[in-house]
Every structure is written in structure tokens, then in C-alpha cells.
């Protein structure tokens, strides 16, 4: 199976690390979700992929072979400052991108065609850019990622600004092109999404790959939970109960962590005496929660910790 390898990457701006060994890998036919705090080193990592940045030291390479300026023309790229000509229609735009890449005017013509329909932009065709609005914009840009007929996807936050149609859409293309065997990757801050699309998840914390893996395997390494919905339960009822810890409270639903060992059938006791009881029951820590686990640093982005 064809992968591409992110080996070792280090990269330094200043005084800052901005990344220190950075390694994965995305197989081809999976959706790698790349996810970390704000400065935590994805946009960098992914420029180094395409090669609009250089690294200090590591190595990224596809299908066992050290990266080309070749081989990096077949990545479909989506940056995350964008890239599109403001005053050019969307269109000529999308041809003329596709045409850079080698295609013959007829295909690009066709390519165009085919993502503008897929990305529901068809109607925009003969618009410039600039007076679509953000959400139709990154369709485009997503289309302009797409048109040359990649054989390996990098998407830096495709997922940011858009409606939930659009996000539908937008999922549905990764998943078909995933299907057609290309490895794709895309940074996101929405975890809920994250969670229901990506086949394995990488966490990065400072630089660094700090966990990774398919979403069960990273919630089965998570505590587990113990979730209490008592819905006229009063404030802080589980506060005082011997090896508990409550993580939330919200409206009757809380959220425990017990001390091993600790006796779950008192917590269940001391519930069904603040009221009647509608859910007890054990759960893994969604990929929100395990995130705050892995990699908040006082709630501060990495940018400002620097
Ligand atoms: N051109 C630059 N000059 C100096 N420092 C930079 C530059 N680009 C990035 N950095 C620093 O490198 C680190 C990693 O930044 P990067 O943009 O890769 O993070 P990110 O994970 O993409 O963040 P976000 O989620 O906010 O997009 C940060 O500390 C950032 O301030």
C-alpha cells in the first residue's frame, strides 16, 4: 500500500521550534485528521509536504521514495491562506490551474465542469472569485485542489466557515476520493467532525506527533467515564463521594471520573437520591475531551506560550 511518510521533520523559525521530529504516515484510501492547538505546527507541516517551505532536517516521502518537485505535482493542496485570483472567474480560473498541471484544454475543460457540478458552484462558473461569497470561495478553492485529478490530498482547514450542507458535501468528496485509494489529510479544529469522518486521527502537541490513531483506539486509551443524567439532580450532589471526580454538570447530565477501585454502585445510590434516573451508564472520552486531555497547556495556543 502506497503511504506518504512525514519522517523526522524538524523545523526552526528564530528561536522558535516550530517542529522537533514530526513523524506519521497517511495511507492511500484513508482520511487522516490532523488536529492540534493553535500554533501546535500543522499549517508548517504541510508546507513542508509541498515543498513551499523547506525543512531543517527529516524527510517526507511517497510510496517509499524521497519527495520530488515531481511527484509533489500530484497533491491536490488547499492552503491555508488560499490561493485563488480574486478577479478571475471561477471557470477559467479552474482551467487554467488544471492546464498548469499538464492537462490538455479539453480535459481541463471537462475536470472544471465536473467539480464545479460536485461542489455545487456550477452556477458561479462566469463569477469572479472575489463576489462569491467565503463558504462558495473554499468550494472552489476545494475544486481547485481537485481539478488536476490528485493522487494525494493535503487540505489545510477545508473544513472552517462552512455551512452544514456544504461540510456534507465537502465530507462526501473526501470520502469518495479516500474510496479511490488517495491518501488524504486535512487539519481541522472541529473535532466532532474530525471524529465522524477520519479513519485515523493525529494529535500534535508543540511540534511533535503526540498521539495517533484510529478514533476507537485513541478513546480506548482514554479514561473511562462514567455518565449520570439525573435531571433535577442538585448542584454538586457527587462532589463529597469517596474516589469521584466530577468533569462536568450540565443540565442533570454529569460526568465522572472514578478512582480505580472506587465504588461505582455508591455513586448510583447516591444518584438515585437526588431523583429519578435516566441514564447511568460507562463511556470512553469523546475525541473532544481526550484533545483537552492530550494537549491544553492552561488553555493557552501554542503561538502565545512561544
Ligand atoms: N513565518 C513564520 N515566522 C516565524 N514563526 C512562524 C512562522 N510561521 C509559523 N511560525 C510559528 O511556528 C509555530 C507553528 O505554526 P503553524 O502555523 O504551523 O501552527 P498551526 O498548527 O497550523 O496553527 P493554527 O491552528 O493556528 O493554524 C508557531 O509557533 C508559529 O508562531
Not at 524527510?59 to 491555508?80: K, S
Not at 472575489?130 to 490528485?150: E, F, I, T
Amino acid at each position: 500500500m502506497k503511504r506518504l511518510e512525514i519522517d523526522g521533520i524538524s523545523k526552526r523559525y528564530g528561536d522558535v521550534i516550530a517542529l522537533a521530529d514530526m513523524t506519521f504516515d497517511v495511507r492511500a484510501g484513508e482520511i487522516f485528521g490532523f488536529v492540534g492547538s493553535n500554533g501546535a505546527g500543522k499549517t508548517t507541516t504541510m508546507r513542508i509536504i509541498l515543498g513551499v517551505l523547506a525543512s531543517d532536517g527529516g524527510q517526507v516521502r511517497w510510496d517509499g521514495t524521497a519527495i520530488t518537485t515531481d511527484t509533489r505535482r500530484n497533491i491536490g493542496y488547499m492552503p491555508e491562506e488560499r490561493g485563488l485570483y480574486p478577479r478571475m472567474r471561477v471557470g477559467e480560473q479552474l482551467v487554467y490551474l488544471a492546464r498548469l498541471h499538464g492537462m490538455s484544454q479539453a480535459n481541463a475543460t471537462a475536470a472544471m465542469r465536473e467539480w464545479t457540478d460536485r461542489l455545487g458552484v456550477a452556477a458561479r462558473r462566469d463569477d469572479e472569485v472575489q463576489k462569491l461569497s467565503l463558504g462558495n470561495q473554499q468550494r472552489v478553492q476545494l475544486a481547485a485542489a481537485l481539478v488536476h485529478d490528485p493522487e494525494i490530498l493535503v487540505l489545510d482547514e477545508p473544513f472552517s466557515g462552512l455551512d452544514p450542507v456544504a461540510v456534507d458535501v465537502m465530507s462526501q468528496v473526501l470520502r469518495d476520493k479516500a474510496a479511490h485509494g488517495v491518501p488524504v489529510m486535512f487539519s481541522s479544529h472541529q473535532l466532532d467532525l474530525v471524529e465522524r469522518i477520519c479513519d485515523r486521527v493525529g494529535i500534535v502537541r508543540s511540534g511533535s506527533m503526540v498521539a495517533n490513531g484510529t478514533v476507537n483506539e485513541l478513546r480506548s486509551g482514554g479514561e473511562e467515564r462514567i455518565i449520570v443524567t439525573v435531571p433535577q439532580a442538585r448542584t454538586g450532589w457527587a462532589d463529597d463521594l469517596p474516589g469521584v471526580r466530577v468533569l462536568s454538570q450540565e443540565n442533570g447530565r454529569t460526568s465522572i471520573e472514578l478512582a480505580a477501585g472506587a465504588d461505582d454502585q455508591a455513586v448510583l445510590r447516591a444518584a438515585l437520591e437526588t431523583g429519578p434516573l435516566h441514564e447511568f451508564a460507562r463511556q470512553r472520552p469523546s475525541l473532544t475531551e481526550l484533545f483537552r486531555d492530550i494537549v491544553s497547556v492552561n488553555g493557552e495556543s501554542e503561538g502565545e506560550k512561544a
